[in-house]
């Protein structure tokens, strides 16, 4: 916040079925973070998607499909705690937007075939773009915007090939640099496998030297992942 960006860029690893029965980034970041960012930020953008209902019912059905896919291996509660957060968000008079296609946008998704998992990816940065710059261009400029989503959507710098997926480098020019990405790491998620091994701060993180407290890194300028403390469990 000492650099007074106009976009905060928050970004998690999605609590998934068989993950440790813990509290999600989701959940934390409404109890512990959020509030922080009171009268500091006017609107939170979350990557809940929602057609239109004037679209046709296929391309109703058609962004379902797609968005299943994709939540298929996530805890069942991930959708439910994103509507948490956005009535958290707006007790604190932080408006909180979901994402809305259009029918013709829901339509290009359908026609897109095998790729059609890439396209909604690629669609759901386009409209967290979109629904972001709506909200910088209005109210007050010093107040921030946030957007709330997974961690592949905000990234800074997005690994080859997935440069359509992430709105990073895009608001980063809209807002003049002033723009921040940063992570949230439940610990109890972390695997010795792909895709955590290839994140840049993995090879310095040890569960067993920091999972007591909060770690923060910085792999790039303007770019954070902030690792939550091991939960504390109660005794049976």
Partial sequence: MRESPRVIAVGETHAQKNAPQVHSATRRFGE???????GRAKGIVLEFVVPAK?????????????????????????????????FAAKKLDIFPLALVPTCEELGAVLKSGEGDIAAMLAL????????????LDRGDPERAVITYGGLLHNDLVPRPGRESWTFGPKLKERTS????????????????????????WYPHYSADRDAAHAVLFQPTPGSYVLIFPRSVTKAP
Wanted: one cysteine or more; aromatic letters at 8%; hydrophobic letters at 35%.
């Fill in 124 to 135: 759901i940065a386009d409209l967290t773009f979109r629904e972001t710059s709506g909200f």
């Fill in 54 to 86: 004037r679209c046709e019912q296929k391309e109703d059905e058609a962004v379902r499909e797609r968005q299943e896919a994709v939540t298929k291996p996530q805890a069942e509660t991930n959708q439910n705690e994103f509507v948490t957060l956005g």
């Fill in 32 to 38: 512990q973070l959020l509030p922080a960012l009171k």
């Fill in 177 to 200: 640099g002033r723009y921040v990405e940063i992570d949230l790491i439940v610990p109890e998620f972390i695997k010795a496998e792909e895709p955590w091994t290839s994140l840049a």
